[in-house]
């Protein structure tokens, strides 16, 4: 049965092109006032609105806030004249479902973006109304399915809001901040985003600015003109440019110099780069999304991060959930995870004992999904029987388990026991770095050597270590 839409649009010429582009696909209503759909709600349901922006007028803001108010389950989509990220941001957290601009040729996404409402707008009030197991277990795969098509595994309603949120601002093209903490997946979570959008047949192009100098990540990031610097012996193109028509993810954006955060900012503001070494400027048309596992907003207030350029980043923030507060999800993280480990080896999936799934389900994961697909992958090394025991699963955790076991345990041990965990999972993570596993936990490196000393934490011999 086709789905129905409603279409709200003053101009004849531009609902006959909509509807004309929707025919065959969906029985489509036209009415050419919020008031009059207000009205034909009341009598048809419908599986989605479209609500356009007219040509010369804002949008109608108190409209859409009354049509979501009255009809919350039914799914709508704005068709804008002209993009604005504050009226896309508005329209978003008013409810809407999706945000698309009427740029040359944007009913040819229509079908996609209507299909996409109308499916999410079915399993959101499938979800809710779902009486019986057998049918929230249906539900439940097809949600769940529907996040592997953007490589995210799980259920949880942590994590199912953060990606419904995600899928809402998608086509809005606002810049989006992604908050949490380190391992979540928050480049997993901007990629699903990029996927979402209007963008997603452009560059998505990833670039963590801790993981180079600072005086380097500029030239990265906007390029170089030949002989700009020692070494520079070509003009190179940077990141911006690569990244021209898609998204630029920038993870770990907090630890960017004030310099490059003030070229950030004026791209953020211009739309343009300049190339270290030009005096030229270029136009580029790219979505930013950056990520940080501190608190932006409290770094900013305390001077450590550049305020204006905050305010710009962060016009959609979206925080990604550790792995503890999605403890359902560590099951079907750790299944995926084994699948793919003995896919690529060409062997048995391993069964899992129950003990075992009693200690990895029990355990907090401070190293959240980062750490689970490391201990994943050794424990399919360790199954050489294809099974997986309790006796298999690292020490450390198996440790954490038995604590749990004692009731009787002071605030003050529970601390020491999640520190010590936290410190070591971050160690691991860095490759025994301090320098890096300090500032990954806000903390200087001479207070990290502190903590290791004072938990008695077993380190590599020091000649394995990097002291960078």
């Known amino acids: 049965m086709p789905a129905s839409i409603l279409l709200v649009e003053s101009a004849r010429e531009a609902a006959a092109a909509v509807a004309g582009t929707l025919a065959g696909r969906c029985h489509v209503v036209v ?15 419908f599986d989605c609105a479209l609500l356009a922006q007219p040509l010369r007028d804002a949008l109608d803001l108190d409209g859409l806030r009354a049509l979501v108010a009255r009809h919350d389950a039914l799914p709508v989509v704005v068709l804008a004249a002209r993009g604005s990220e504050d009226v896309a941001v508005a329209a978003m957290k008013l409810g809407a479902a999706d945000y698309v601009v009427k740029r040359a040729g944007f009913e040819l996404d229509l079908p996609r973006l209507v299909a996409d409402a109308v499916g999410r707008g079915a399993l959101r009030g499938a ?17 769940r399915e529907r996040l592997r098509t953007a490589g995210i595994v799980g259920e949880s309603d942590a994590l199912v809001q953060t990606a419904l949120l995600l899928e809402r601002v998608a086509s809005s093209g606002a810049p989006v901040l992604l908050e949490g903490e380190t391992g979540t997946g928050k480049e997993l979570m901007a990629r699903a985003l990029h996927l979402w959008s209007d963008r997603a047949r452009r560059p998505f192009v990833a670039q963590n600015c801790a993981a180079i100098a600072d005086g380097l990540l500029e030239s990265e990031l906007f390029g170089c003109a030949r002989g700009a610097y020692t070494g520079a012996d070509r003009a190179r193109p940077g990141l911006f440019e690569e990244a021209h028509g898609g998204t630029l993810f920038l993870d770990e954006i907090g630890e960017a110099a004030r310099e490059t955060q003030a070229k950030l900012l004026r791209t953020l503001q211009e739309g343009e780069i300049r190339r270290v070494g030009e005096s030229a400027t270029r136009r580029v048309d790219v979505r930013i999304v950056a990520a940080s596992n501190r608190d932006l907003e409290q770094e900013a207030r305390g001077g450590r991060f550049r305020l204006d350029l905050y305010h710009r980043l962060s016009v959609v923030p979206v925080r990604v ?16 995870f084994l699948d793919a480990y003995a896919r690529r080896a060409g062997l048995p999936v391993p069964r899992v004992d129950a003990d075992a799934w009693r200690i990895l389900e029990s355990y907090a994961w401070p190293g959240n999904v980062r750490e689970l697909q490391n201990e994943s992958f050794r424990l399919m090394l360790a199954a050489s029987d294809g099974r997986i025991t309790a006796d298999r699963v690292s020490v450390s955790i198996r440790g954490h388990a038995a604590r749990r076991q004692t009731s009787e345990r002071s605030l003050k041990e529970i601390l020491r026991d999640v520190e010590s965990a936290t410190i070591q999972a971050r160690l691991r993570q860095h490759g025994y770095q301090r320098a890096i596993t300090a500032r990954s936990l806000g903390i200087t490196r001479e ?22």
């Open 31 to 45: 009415r050419d006032t919020l008031a009059g759909a207000l009205d034909v709600l009341q009598v048809e349901p």
């Open 321 to 336: 959930p550790a792995l503890r507060e999605r403890r359902g999800d560590v099951r079907l993280l750790l299944e995926h």
């Open 127 to 143: 979800l809710e109304h779902a009486s019986g197991a057998a049918q929230r277990t249906e539900l439940s795969a097809a949600l």
């Open 447 to 468: 207070g990290l050597w502190l903590k290791i000393r004072q938990l008695g934490l077993q380190l590599p011999r020091r000649g394995s270590l990097q002291e960078s």
